[in-house]
C-alpha cells in the first residue's frame, strides 16, 4: 500500500461485495466508505473473490484484510504464488512496481499493475520485453474505462475533425497525468503521439503533446489547483466538455477487464496502447528537467 492511496482496500471491497467503512475511514478514506455506500448495489464480482493480502507491514495488511473481508495475510508476496489464479499489485508508485511485480512475473502469474506502470525508460524496456516473452501483465489508469470518457467518444462525429484537446487535473504529472493521458489517448482511439514539450514548473505542469495527424493537446497538471477532472475537446464543427469524477464506476469497469481478461488467458488492453501513454508520460516528465526541450517520441 503506497501513501494516499486506497486501492488496495476499495478495488477489494468491489470485487468481495463487502466492506467495513468504519476501518476505511479509519485508515484516512471517507471519500471511499461514502462511494462504496452509494454503490452497494453492484458491489461484489461473480466468479473472483480477493483472498490473500500482502503489504509492507503485517499490520497494514492486516487492517486491509478487515477492510474487504479478505480471508488470508501473507507473510511474504512470494507466499501468493501457488494459490492465486492472478494479483493486482495495488501501488501507484511506479518506482517500486518491477522489483514487486517480477517474482509473479517470473512465476507466470498474471498481474495488473497500478498506473503508472513505470516512470524511467528502463523500466518500460523491461516489461515490454517480459510481454514480447508471453508474460501476463496487464496496467492502466482506470480512466480509460470512464463512462465520461466512452460517452464523449460517441460524440466524436458530430464534433468534426479534432484540432485540440486541454486537459486540467490536480495532484503531479506522473501519478496523476498518467489519468488524463489515459482518458485522452481512450477518447481518440490511441492516436500516435510524436512530441512533447512541458513548459511548466516544478507541482505546475504544462505539456503539449504533438500527435500523428495533426491533433495538438495541452495537459494542465497543478498541485494545488480546485477542480475535477476536465477535458474540453474542440473540433471543426463543435466542442465539448467532459467531467471526470465517477471513480467507483470506472474502478468496477476496469477490474472487470482484467478478471476477463484472465478467464481469457491475455490482456485484453493491447500493451501498445499502455507503452505509448508510458512513453508520453516520461517524455513530459524529462522535458520539464531539460528547461522545456522537445522530446520526441520513438515508438
Same mark, same amino acid.
Given at each position: 500500500?503506497?501513501?494516499?492511496?486506497?486501492?488496495?482496500?476499495?478495488?477489494?471491497?468491489?470485487?468481495? =461485495?463487502?466492506?467495513?467503512?468504519?476501518?476505511?475511514?479509519?485508515? =484516512?478514506?471517507?471519500?471511499?466508505?461514502?462511494? &462504496?455506500?452509494?454503490? +452497494?448495489?453492484?458491489? *461484489?464480482?461473480?466468479?473472483?473473490?480477493?483472498?490473500?493480502?500482502?503489504?509492507?507491514?503485517?499490520?497494514?495488511?492486516?487492517?486491509?484484510?478487515?477492510?474487504?473481508?479478505?480471508?488470508?495475510?501473507?507473510?511474504?508476496?512470494?507466499?501468493?504464488?501457488?494459490?492465486?489464479?492472478?494479483?493486482?499489485?495495488?501501488?501507484?508508485?511506479?518506482?517500486?512496481?518491477?522489483?514487486?511485480?517480477?517474482?509473479?512475473?517470473?512465476?507466470?502469474?498474471?498481474?495488473?499493475?497500478?498506473?503508472?506502470?513505470?516512470?524511467?525508460?528502463?523500466? /518500460?524496456?523491461?516489461?515490454?520485453?517480459?510481454?514480447?516473452?508471453?508474460?501476463?501483465?496487464?496496467?492502466?489508469?482506470?480512466?480509460?474505462?470512464?463512462?465520461?470518457?466512452?460517452?464523449?467518444?460517441?460524440?466524436?462525429?458530430?464534433? *468534426?475533425?479534432?484540432?485540440?484537446?486541454?486537459?486540467?487535473?490536480?495532484?503531479?504529472?506522473?501519478?496523476?497525468?498518467?489519468?488524463?493521458?489515459?482518458?485522452?489517448?481512450?477518447?481518440?482511439?490511441?492516436?500516435?503521439?510524436?512530441?512533447?514539450?512541458?513548459?511548466?514548473?516544478?507541482?505546475?505542469?504544462?505539456?503539449?503533446?504533438?500527435?500523428?495527424? *495533426?491533433?495538438?493537446?495541452?495537459?494542465? /497538471?497543478?498541485?494545488?489547483?480546485?477542480?475535477?477532472? +476536465?477535458?474540453?475537446?474542440? =473540433? +471543426?464543427?463543435?466542442?465539448?466538455?467532459?467531467?471526470?469524477?465517477?471513480?467507483?464506476?470506472?474502478?468496477?469497469?476496469?477490474?472487470?477487464?482484467?478478471?476477463?481478461?484472465?478467464?481469457? *488467458?491475455?490482456?485484453?488492453?493491447?500493451?501498445?496502447?499502455?507503452?505509448?501513454?508510458?512513453?508520453?508520460?516520461?517524455?513530459?516528465?524529462?522535458? &520539464?528537467?531539460?528547461?522545456?526541450?522537445?522530446?520526441?517520441?520513438?515508438?
Amino acid at each position: 500500500m503506497s501513501p494516499g492511496n486506497a486501492h488496495p482496500s476499495s478495488w477489494s471491497a468491489i470485487i468481495n =461485495g463487502t466492506y467495513n467503512g468504519d476501518e476505511i475511514i479509519a485508515m =484516512g478514506y471517507p471519500g471511499v466508505t461514502s462511494y &462504496l455506500n452509494a454503490n +452497494q448495489a453492484t458491489l *461484489g464480482l461473480p466468479g473472483a473473490k480477493v483472498t490473500h493480502v500482502w503489504s509492507q507491514s503485517k499490520a497494514i495488511s492486516q487492517q486491509i484484510a478487515l477492510t474487504a473481508g479478505i480471508e488470508n495475510v501473507v507473510e511474504n508476496l512470494e507466499d501468493m504464488i501457488g494459490v492465486v489464479d492472478a494479483v493486482f499489485l495495488s501501488r501507484d508508485d511506479p518506482e517500486n512496481h518491477r522489483e514487486m511485480a517480477k517474482p509473479f512475473i517470473d512465476a507466470g502469474v498474471p498481474i495488473f499493475i497500478d498506473k503508472p506502470l513505470c516512470s524511467t525508460l528502463e523500466d /518500460l524496456e523491461y516489461f515490454s520485453g517480459e510481454i514480447a516473452n508471453g508474460k501476463f501483465i496487464m496496467s492502466c489508469s482506470s480512466m480509460r474505462y470512464a463512462s465520461e470518457c466512452m460517452a464523449a467518444k460517441t460524440e466524436l462525429t458530430s464534433l *468534426g475533425k479534432i484540432e485540440l484537446i486541454t486537459a486540467v487535473g490536480k495532484k503531479d504529472w506522473i501519478k496523476y497525468g498518467v489519468h488524463m493521458l489515459e482518458a485522452i489517448f481512450s477518447i481518440m482511439n490511441d492516436p500516435k503521439p510524436i512530441s512533447v514539450i512541458n513548459v511548466g514548473k516544478p507541482d505546475g505542469d504544462i505539456v503539449k503533446i504533438d500527435f500523428e495527424g *495533426g491533433l495538438q493537446v495541452t495537459v494542465h /497538471l497543478f498541485m494545488e489547483i480546485s477542480g475535477t477532472f +476536465q477535458l474540453s475537446i474542440y =473540433g +471543426q464543427q463543435n466542442w465539448k466538455q467532459v467531467n471526470i469524477s465517477n471513480s467507483y464506476a470506472m474502478f468496477r469497469d476496469n477490474i472487470i477487464e482484467f478478471i476477463r481478461s484472465v478467464k481469457e *488467458g491475455k490482456p485484453r488492453l493491447e500493451f501498445y496502447k499502455t507503452r505509448q501513454i508510458i512513453k508520453t508520460l516520461i517524455a513530459g516528465h524529462e522535458s &520539464l528537467k531539460q528547461g522545456g526541450k522537445k522530446i520526441m517520441i520513438n515508438q
